[in-house]
């Protein structure tokens, strides 16, 4: 490992920002709206969308050809690829609420959430609580409100504290729920075996995230990567060798779930459209096979 030393490269001003870029070979066909972008998304930012037009990394010299406006094209369509998945993850959030709240109910009562006999590390379960509590504490919707005004429990039943937690707390209560009938019961709601919906839930929540952050996505290695159902209860990808650390496969998890809850959802489509409207992106880069098409989990948005 290299040793570690001081930064010392110099700050530069806009102007200095487009001419360093020309310097190393990028064209620009307006460098006027360039420099209002560079001054409101910031040269870091499009750093990231102009990486993969570098023919060498270590000089940052562009390939012929590359433009500043391929660049906020791909900074456009990732944008607007994150609020897309932000949108339909909401639809899964929801329902994997709707879900747990419903089935552990049925079997354990209203406030299973507090019985700490159902999961599988106390310390976890208590910790867990104590965030459930704050964010009960935090939250001003008006049925927690009026349940604050009227009850003195530390948390309400369980199918109103599940309202008010995050994606993250309901992963965590799900991951922490000892293997049983109803943890299974809740994965099969959505086609999945208790594992493997962990490992989703898991992944979901890191890509809810960095959409939450503006963080860049088409292109990036995912850090966590979901499993691979090796046995799934309708249509799942034919092709094992994918790679799961691509945003091809969480968009194939969204797809999935999709079919599940809203069988006549239209993300396959939009996605496509995306695709038409932006086809200088690169969907190899992003993890899709050339062949995705012909796949039973992509079908019906090409004809």
């Known amino acids: 490992m290299l040793p570690k030393i001081p930064y010392t490269k110099q700050f530069f001003s806009y102007q200095e920002q487009i001419s360093l870029l020309k310097s190393r070979g990028m064209q620009f066909s307006d460098e006027n709206k360039a420099l209002h972008l560079l001054e409101y998304v910031s040269y870091y930012r499009f750093s990231g969308y102009w990486y993969p037009l570098l023919a060498d990394k270590q000089t940052h010299i562009f390939n012929p050809g590359s433009t500043f406006e391929t660049v906020f094209d791909l900074y456009k369509f990732d944008k607007e690829l994150r609020k897309l998945i932000s949108v339909e993850l909401e639809k899964i959030e929801i329902s994997v609420r709707s879900k747990m709240a419903y089935i552990l109910s049925i079997a354990y009562g209203s406030f299973w959430i507090e ?23 935090r939250s001003d919707e008006a049925f927690v409100v009026s349940f604050k005004s009227k009850y003195s429990n530390p948390v309400p039943p369980s199918f109103i504290t599940l309202e008010i937690t995050s994606f993250g707390t309901l992963s965590r209560l799900y991951e922490n729920l000892k293997s049983g009938k109803t943890k299974r019961e809740i994965s099969k709601a959505f086609g999945l075996s208790d594992v493997i919906f962990m490992s989703w839930l898991h992944s979901l929540v890191y890509i809810r995230n960095m959409c939450a952050h503006h963080v860049r996505l088409w292109n990036r290695q995912m850090r966590i990567r979901p499993l691979f159902p090796k046995n799934s209860f309708n249509n799942w990808l034919a092709n094992q060798q994918v790679d799961n650390t691509k945003i091809y496969y969480v968009l194939s998890m969204i797809v999935y779930l999709l079919n599940i809850i809203n069988p006549n959802h239209s993300f396959k489509q939009k996605i496509e459209d995306m695709f038409l409207k932006y086809p200088n992106v690169d969907r190899l880069a992003m993890g899709f096979p050339i062949s995705y098409k012909s796949e039973a989990l992509w079908g019906g948005a090409y004809e």
């Open 115 to 137: 019985d700490g006999s159902l999961f599988i590390d106390s310390y976890k379960h208590q910790s867990t609580l104590k965030k459930v509590g704050e964010e009960f504490k």
